[in-house]
């Protein structure tokens, strides 16, 4: 039986060309981040399944790839069997929650506040389809310890000066804040208990409009006049207006936090971006505790990066919480966008192919290859064939930018490629 080798759905392979472009980009990010203080860390790819069914993290504990326990471990003789008593790991969905527990195990060690940085792929059970993977990279810049906005001003303000060395200038960072959605929530008399659930649905209004919200929200057994109500209410709340917001129990503290915020981002932002407030922006994890925010490419319509503050997500592994904010840009869509426009990776290093004849002693040509990577050119060595002109057309294809003949001894010029006609 033929096995396929076809990847596996949700997943690709990466091609040398696409791993360029990827690592470009995130030599970049992490040029621009290290700059502003941030340390680079890594954990693992696997966690407890406690510790990541625990987390709060909204829809995506439904995506989660469990892992079987193994040897004695797993009975499968046993009558009544669940998926977690046959499991015990899983692949972590995010990098927040394994940056949470990471911080826990080594805070004695970490300086405080601890501004870190974090790069790895992440699992989830997706249905695969146009830029929904169930394995994709994230990128994430985090602040722990520091209780006051300078972490989230200072989260947006770098990971816009990221974007914008990606090439990315026309965004708008959107703002809110779940403490004023639950004082909205909880006060047209929705009880505590239902906030997360009614933030779920209200996450999808961009997809499915204030219609599918209402639709999904009155099939989860919601009274359809306090449905009206709060929609009505969010419509009215699309300013930061203190009298409006006094009728829903917003404290002050909150709202003076959001204008700081908004204001001190305004003016570094240099009129290259816009940050604007927005009542409707959720973020889809359980965890958030403070204000979120996400920005929105305004050329291309979809959100490249988000983020918020998650104070609680440290004390459910220790004794007291521990103030965080974190941000994480959209790794996957970027490739995507940047790839669609046919980006070159700017002052990339000259790449050469070195041919060499029969007649040539084979190690004058390699001493020849590392003269000239010692000057900073990335060099392949490959024997010249006989039908030189789709060799040409193939070194094109991979990339290369010029050539250089050896022939009985002698090295010739260093030639730009330009296509050939290629021999019968």
Do not use: H
Request: contains cysteine.
């Amino acid at each position: 039986m033929k096995i396929s080798t076809a990847t596996v759905k949700g997943t690709f392979d990466i091609v040398p060309s696409d791993m360029r472009l990827r690592e470009w980009m995130k030599n970049t990010v992490l040029n621009i981040y290290k700059k502003s203080g941030f340390e680079q860390i890594e954990t693992p790819s696997i966690e407890n399944l406690e510790l990541l069914t625990k987390s709060e993290g909204g829809e995506n504990l439904n995506l989660l790839f469990k892992i079987l326990k193994r040897g004695e471990k797993l009975d499968l003789g046993k009558e009544n069997l669940s998926e977690d008593s046959i499991c015990d790991l899983g692949l972590r969905y995010d990098l927040t929650l394994p940056l949470s527990r990471f911080y826990t195990n080594n805070r004695e060690v970490l300086p405080n506040p601890f501004k870190a940085i974090q790069t790895g792929w992440v699992w989830r059970a997706e249905k695969p389809q146009k830029g929904r993977f169930r394995q994709f990279t994230q990128c994430d810049i985090d602040i722990m310890g520091e209780k006051s906005e300078i972490a989230e001003i200072e989260l947006i303000t770098t990971t816009a000066k990221a974007l914008k060395a990606l090439t990315f200038d026309n965004f708008t960072v959107k703002i809110n804040d779940r403490r004023l959605l639950k004082s909205v929530i909880t006060s047209i008399g929705f009880e505590e208990q239902e906030v997360e659930s009614l933030c779920i649905t209200l996450d999808k209004m961009d997809k499915i409009g204030r219609d599918g919200v209402t639709k999904e929200l009155l099939s989860k057994g919601y009274n359809e006049e306090k449905v009206t109500a709060f929609l009505s209410a969010l419509e009215d709340l699309k300013g930061l207006d203190k009298e409006v917001l006094s009728k829903y129990n917003v404290e002050e503290e909150v709202l003076d936090s959001l204008r700081r915020v908004i204001e001190v981002v305004q003016k570094q932002s240099k009129g290259v971006y816009n940050i604007e407030f927005d009542v409707t922006l959720i973020r889809g994890m359980g965890y958030y505790t403070g204000q979120i925010f996400e920005i929105v490419s305004n050329d291309f319509g979809s959100s490249i990066a988000g983020g918020g503050r998650y104070d609680k997500m440290i004390g459910r592994f220790q004794k007291e919480d521990v103030p965080a904010v974190g941000f994480s840009i959209g790794f996957e869509r970027i490739f995507s966008i940047l790839k669609e426009r046919n980006f070159e990776i700017p002052d990339a290093t000259a790449k050469l192919a070195l041919l060499f004849t029969s007649s040539d002693d084979i190690n004058a040509v390699l001493e020849w290859a590392n003269g000239l990577r010692e000057e900073g050119k990335i060099v392949s060595v490959f024997p010249k064939n006989k039908k030189f002109g789709k060799q040409i057309n193939n070194l094109i294809r991979q990339r290369f930018d010029a050539y250089a003949i050896c022939n009985e001894g002698v090295l010739g010029e260093v030639t730009k490629l330009e296509a050939e006609e290629e021999e019968k």
